[in-house]
C-alpha cells in the first residue's frame, strides 16, 4: 500500500490540475480539509474557494476550525446560512434525513460557487465512504458534486498520509459527523436540541482523539467516547452533568471501544 501512496497522490494532483477552478465543500473535518490543502497546493490559489453550509448542525468549534484553516492558506471562507430553507424539511427528522439535507445544502451551495467562479465543486468523500450507508452520495451525485478522492483511487489511511505529507499533524480533531446524527429519526429536530448537544460536546471537543458523539436519549443524554479519552471525560463530566442537567435530562457514559459504563446524575 506504502509503495502505491505516490501514485495516488500524483493521481490526484492530475485530477485537481484539470479542474479550471474549483469550490471544495469544507466541512472543518480532515477529509475535506486534506482536499482544500491539496487544491491550493496543486493550483493557484486564487482559482480555489473554500465553501461551507451554516447552519445549527455545525458545531462552533469547527466554525472556529474553518476560519483558522482558510487563513494558514490566504482563502476567505464562504459561510452561506441554509438553515431556514432546511429546518422545515429536516423537523420531522425521517429515515431520508440525510438524503433531503444534503439536497438543500447543495442546492444552495452548487450555484452560488458557481456564481463565485467555480467551475467544479468537489468534497471530501473517499472510496471507504462509498462501502457505507450514506444517503447524502445520491444527493451528491445528483447536483453533480465531484468526488476527487474517488477519482483518484483514495480511502481514508490514504487521505490521512496525504495530511501528513502537507505538514498535517496526526493530533487533530477526530473524524466527526454533523449534529443532527446525535438524534435518532423520528425524534423532532429542532435548534434548541442541537444547540443542547452541541453545548454538552463542548468542554471535550477540542481535546479529544478518539470518537466522540452526545448522543440523544429519552430523558438521557449518552456520552460515546473511547478509551484514549476516559480521563478527559472524566474530568469534564461535572460540567457535562450541569449542561444537561438544566434542560432536565441526566447523562450516561458509554465506552465505545471497551467494557460499557455508565453513570446517571
Known amino acids: ?120 465543486v468537489a468534497d471530501g468523500t473517499t472510496v471507504d465512504d462509498l462501502e457505507e450507508r450514506r444517503p447524502g452520495l445520491r444527493a451528491a451525485e445528483e447536483e453533480h458534486i465531484m468526488h476527487p478522492f474517488v477519482l483518484a483511487g483514495m480511502g481514508r489511511s490514504d487521505v490521512i498520509e496525504l495530511g501528513r505529507s502537507m505538514g498535517m499533524r496526526d493530533d487533530g480533531p477526530p473524524p466527526d459527523s454533523c449534529l443532527a446524527t446525535r438524534i435518532p429519526e423520528g425524534m423532532e429536530l429542532t435548534r434548541e436540541l442541537l444547540r443542547l448537544v452541541e453545548s454538552v460536546e463542548a468542554p471535550l471537543r477540542p481535546i479529544v482523539r478518539g470518537r466522540f458523539r452526545v448522543r440523544v436519549m429519552p430523558g438521557i443524554l449518552r456520552v460515546e467516547y473511547q478509551t484514549v479519552d476516559g480521563e478527559k471525560v472524566l474530568s469534564c463530566l461535572r460540567e457535562m452533568e450541569t449542561t444537561a442537567g438544566r434542560a432536565g435530562m441526566g447523562i450516561e457514559t458509554v465506552l465505545t471501544d471497551g467494557q460499557s459504563s455508565s453513570r446517571y446524575r
Not at 479542474?19 to 486564487?46: I, K, M, N, T
Not at 466554525?63 to 429546518?87: D, N, T, Y
Not at 429536516?90 to 429515515?95: A, E, F, I, M, P
Open 1 to 120: 500500500m506504502k509503495g502505491s501512496r505516490p501514485s495516488l497522490k500524483s493521481s490526484l494532483n492530475s485530477i485537481l490540475g484539470e479542474y479550471r477552478s474549483l469550490a471544495v465543500l469544507f466541512s472543518g473535518g480532515r477529509d475535506s480539509e486534506v482536499l482544500l490543502r491539496a487544491a491550493v497546493s496543486s493550483s493557484d490559489p486564487g482559482s480555489v474557494l473554500s465553501i461551507t453550509a451554516d447552519s445549527p448542525l455545525l458545531a462552533d468549534f469547527y466554525r472556529r476550525r474553518i476560519r483558522q484553516v482558510c487563513g494558514e492558506l490566504g482563502l476567505v471562507p464562504a459561510m452561506l446560512p441554509v438553515w431556514r430553507k432546511m429546518e422545515p424539511l429536516l423537523r420531522k427528522n425521517g429515515t431520508e434525513r440525510c438524503y433531503v439535507c444534503r439536497k438543500t445544502v447543495y442546492g444552495v451551495l452548487f450555484p452560488e460557487a458557481l456564481a463565485r467562479g467555480a467551475g467544479t
